[in-house]
């Protein structure tokens, strides 16, 4: 079979809102009319129509024999603005001591953080549920996909990068770090408060404490969760690990989830990735596998078997026409060996 990475497009809407109703994410939800919205304005987002507080890059990757999108992934150039700050809790501890009784103790604490110069994020993870664990790596692919095009074009993305992990939830899809802390200083259930704070933050500005929570008075269930990543998550967790990606101290207001972040020049995709020119493939060994993006026209990247020799690539003719590249094109080429299971 052969799959492509390619940019979102306005008649993708349709495979896209269906492969998100299989799952529950708030920022690609399984709902027509925002998908729609998502695609404008990521097609705005690569034709550079948009400033970096407003871009979004929605990416999907497709089985190009069934014409079938099945996977997709999001990059949010800038997530933390003046307008729409980016909130956390910042993970601490603090010593106490009795001199008097002669012991002391570390406490851990959480304080609410605000950001108006936020990261790039990066979100919108998905793959049709009949696609995975196959030998391809199919989420593997449609997850690095992203970083090619932040290797080709750097200067749209911020120079560090954050990817806010799904923590364990209860079957009903509740949040035990919520219902412990969130609901009673808002009053809102967890679904419709995460909901909500994707364009408004400002009932979290104004109705969450300013003062240091100290972890050892919240509920054991809560504390179970916090920072810890559910067990469908943790396949993406280990590929980011993998690639240069760790735990930042930080986690999610609404549910515990725990941050990843990495400086964009360090994510190894984008740190090992090269331009180069494509030459004209004869008796040539394609000893390593890469991603190979496109420069030209619209953004399109696939797995494939390369090699490179003086700032020149070689690569098989079936990923050219893929592709569609011809000899003496541009691509970035990144190596595919990175760790992670998917």
């Known amino acids: 079979m052969s799959f492509i990475i390619r940019a979102a497009r306005a008649d993708d809407v349709s495979q896209l809102t269906d492969l998100a109703k299989q799952f529950n994410l708030l920022n690609l939800p399984g709902n027509k009319k925002i998908i729609a919205e998502k695609i404008a304005r990521s097609e705005a987002s690569f034709a550079s129509e948009l400033d970096k507080t407003k871009a979004e ?3 999907v990757l497709e089985d190009l024999e069934e014409k079938l999108v099945m996977g997709s992934s999001l990059i949010i150039a800038k997530h933390g603005s003046d307008d729409v700050p980016h909130c956390y809790f910042k993970i ?3 010593d106490h001591f009795s001199k008097d009784l002669g012991i002391g103790f570390i406490h851990q604490v959480l304080r609410f953080q605000l950001d108006t110069d936020g990261p790039t994020e990066i979100g919108g993870l998905l793959i049709d549920k009949s696609y995975r664990r196959r030998p391809e790596k199919l989420g593997k692919q449609i997850s690095l996909g992203r970083f090619v095009y932040m290797g080709m074009y750097p200067e749209r993305f911020e120079s560090r990068v ?4 799904t923590p364990p939830l209860t079957e009903e899809g509740r949040s035990e770090f919520w219902e ?12 419709e408060a995460d909901g909500l704070s994707q364009t408004n933050k400002e009932f979290i500005e104004s109705l969450f404490p300013e003062e240091d929570i100290y972890l050892s008075l919240l509920d054991s269930k809560a504390r179970l969760v916090l920072g810890r990543v559910g067990e469908a998550t943790k396949p993406a967790q280990h590929l980011l690990e993998s690639i240069g990606f760790s735990y930042l101290d930080e986690v999610d207001p609404f549910d515990g989830g725990p941050h990843y972040g990495a400086k964009t020049a360090n994510i190894l995709p984008i740190k090992k990735g090269q331009r180069v020119r494509v030459a004209e493939s004869k008796e040539v060994n394609f000893k390593s596998l890469g991603l190979i993006g496109c420069y030209e026209g619209e953004f399109r990247a696939a797995v494939s078997g390369y090699e490179i020799k003086e700032g020149q690539v070689f ?5 050219r026409s893929i592709l569609n590249l011809d000899v ?6 990144t190596p595919f060996d990175y760790g992670g299971k998917k």
Request: charged share 25%; glycine share 6%.
């Open 57 to 59: 890059y929605l990416f």
């Open 92 to 94: 601490l501890k603090r």
């Open 162 to 165: 954050l990817c806010e992990l």
């Open 180 to 191: 412990a802390l969130g609901r009673r200083f808002t009053g809102l259930p967890y679904q």
């Open 315 to 319: 690569i098989p003719n079936k990923t």
């Open 328 to 333: 003496d094109q541009d691509v970035f080429v």
